[in-house]
């Protein structure tokens, strides 16, 4: 049952806190200092008493007392991120970008690539009638491939910590305790014993890692291609010793299955 709005009021007031205000918090496991702007009404994740996730994902959660919360109505401006929860309208601000929501503890990397892919679309619609210049092309495709690098290692990150939390109580699950995914096949043998396979949740795998071989020339090589990049890729638009070819709809799509493999790890090993 869900805390009566009676406690709920008591509990805040007990605290010299207020509902629809704000509040600083500290973790008591990893120390990270938040801030949170307390709902009008108990969540339905209240159950007999104000629960909270730590935001930075430390793993620790506990009640509200636990978290020295101090009176701050408004939310400071020294924090990395902010966030409203989509589900609960929950506002919060934490140090950081993937964060775990403190209402729900559902973690926000879904919503951090979802931000991105309506960007690139945004910027598909504009190509129509101005066109999208090589330089923003390759600036876009630079950010799409560390965008998705930083957010699967940080769910991998997360995933492991909640296995150790979990202890033996979690299902055997053979993850990689570091990976980078800029090297989308090194990552996917990695992530193999685990029973995830990348290549199956993306519409063409083949094109998305040519993509990603692209950012490559794109950073190590000035953007001419080389003998290299035609061996690892087959691209037979590819003339060595011209830069590589790249559009804007080939960042776009692979963005849309970067995006895919972002909820897909998500629901396997977070969810």
């Given at each position: 049952?869900c805390?009566s709005?009676?406690d709920?009021?008591s509990?805040?007031s007990?605290l010299?806190?207020k ?10 496991g990893?120390?990270a ?5 307390l709902?009008?009404?108990?969540l339905?994740?209240f ?10 994902a430390?793993?620790y959660?506990?009640e509200l007392?636990q978290f020295?919360?101090?009176y701050?109505?408004?939310?400071p401006?020294?924090?990395d991120?902010?966030?409203i ?12 970008v993937v964060?775990?929501r403190?209402?729900c503890?559902?973690?926000t ?7 991105f892919?309506?960007?690139?679309h ?8 101005q066109a999208v210049?090589?330089?923003?092309i390759?600036?876009?495709?630079e950010r799409?491939v560390?965008t998705?690098?930083?957010l ?7 995933a492991n ?19 980078s995914?800029?090297n989308?096949?090194g ?7 685990s029973?995830?396979d990348m ?5 063409d ?5 040519s993509l990603?071989q692209?950012?490559?020339?794109l950073s190590h ?8 990049y ?5 691209d037979a638009?590819?003339?060595?010793g011209?830069?590589v070819?790249?559009?804007l709809a080939?960042?776009v ?6 995006q895919k493999?972002v ?7 977070l969810?």
């Amino acid at each position: 049952m869900c805390l009566s709005l009676e406690d709920y009021h008591s509990t805040l007031s007990a605290l010299n806190l207020k509902p629809k205000e704000g509040a600083l918090l500290k973790c008591s496991g990893c120390h990270a200092q938040w801030w949170v702007r307390l709902p009008e009404k108990p969540l339905i994740y209240f159950q007999e008493s104000v629960i909270l996730s730590c935001p930075v994902a430390c793993g620790y959660f506990g009640e509200l007392a636990q978290f020295n919360p101090v009176y701050e109505p408004e939310r400071p401006s020294h924090f990395d991120s902010f966030h409203i929860c989509r589900r609960c309208g929950v506002e919060y601000a934490a140090n950081g970008v993937v964060l775990r929501r403190p209402c729900c503890a559902i973690e926000t990397p879904r919503e951090i690539m979802l931000e991105f892919v309506q960007l690139l679309h945004s910027k598909a619609e504009q190509s129509a009638s101005q066109a999208v210049g090589r330089d923003e092309i390759e600036s876009l495709l630079e950010r799409l491939v560390r965008t998705f690098d930083g957010l699967m290692r940080r769910m991998l990150e997360i995933a492991n910590k909640n296995l150790v939390l979990l202890g033996s109580d979690a299902p055997p699950i053979y993850l990689p305790q570091t990976s980078s995914f800029q090297n989308l096949a090194g990552a996917r043998d990695r992530l193999l014993p685990s029973g995830w396979d990348m290549e199956a949740e993306v519409a063409d795998w083949p094109q998305l890692t040519s993509l990603f071989q692209k950012r490559h020339v794109l950073s190590h090589r000035l953007g001419v291609v080389d003998q290299e990049y035609v061996k690892k890729t087959g691209d037979a638009s590819a003339v060595v010793g011209k830069k590589v070819p790249l559009t804007l709809a080939e960042v776009v799509a692979g963005a849309e299955d970067c995006q895919k493999l972002v909820n897909g790890f998500f629901g396997m090993f977070l969810s």
